[in-house]
């Protein structure tokens, strides 16, 4: 074993093998916290990137004004998958972990779209729905069609598909 600055080659190997390998797993955490990687498999919305950045500004903005009846559209990660709630209309619920940090729970009405199927923690879901303030972050409903054609349609696209 050849010494050189006070560590062998096998141990600079190992050092350097150790770093690589926990540049790679920051990299793929990153990247799918991020929502990034594979682009959904059928659909994507018919936004920019410049209009998904102005979106987010204008939930954002919502928030931090306390504002109600915002049309938005962006995308989040799941951070928890909760019971449906059955009281009166039954939605699916879930939290979704924004890039801001911030957390929005979602309302999706499933008497009046389909329900995202095998949604899990960690799944990027794109949304395009009515923003509720509330201290908590605030909550996304409307993510589907009105059938009486007086509200704005939103949707939801999760593992390649878009329910509306």
């Given amino acids: ?9 096998t141990g600079r190997r190992r050092r350097a093998v150790s770093i690589l390998v926990s540049l790679v797993a920051i990299a793929v955490f990153w990247a799918r916290g991020s929502g990034l ?12 990137e410049a209009a998904t950045g102005a979106t987010s500004d204008a939930l954002a903005d919502a928030f931090a004004n306390r504002r109600s009846d915002v049309q938005v559209e962006g995308l989040g990660v799941v951070d928890r998958v909760l019971a449906d709630d059955n009281d009166g209309s039954r939605h699916q619920r879930f939290i979704l972990r924004l890039a801001s940090g911030r957390t929005l729970l979602v309302a999706h009405n499933i008497d009046l779209a389909p329900r995202l199927e095998r949604l899990a923690r960690g799944d990027t879901v794109r949304f395009n729905g009515e923003y509720e303030w509330n201290a908590d972050g605030g909550v996304l ?14 949707w939801l696209e999760h593992d390649g598909r878009r329910v509306e």
């Fill in 141 to 154: 409903h409307w993510t589907h069609k009105d059938p009486a054609g007086r509200h704005i349609a939103g």
């Fill in 1 to 9: 074993m050849t010494r050189e600055g006070g560590r062998s080659r």
């Fill in 37 to 48: 990687g594979a682009p959904p498999k059928e659909t994507r919305p018919a936004t920019s």
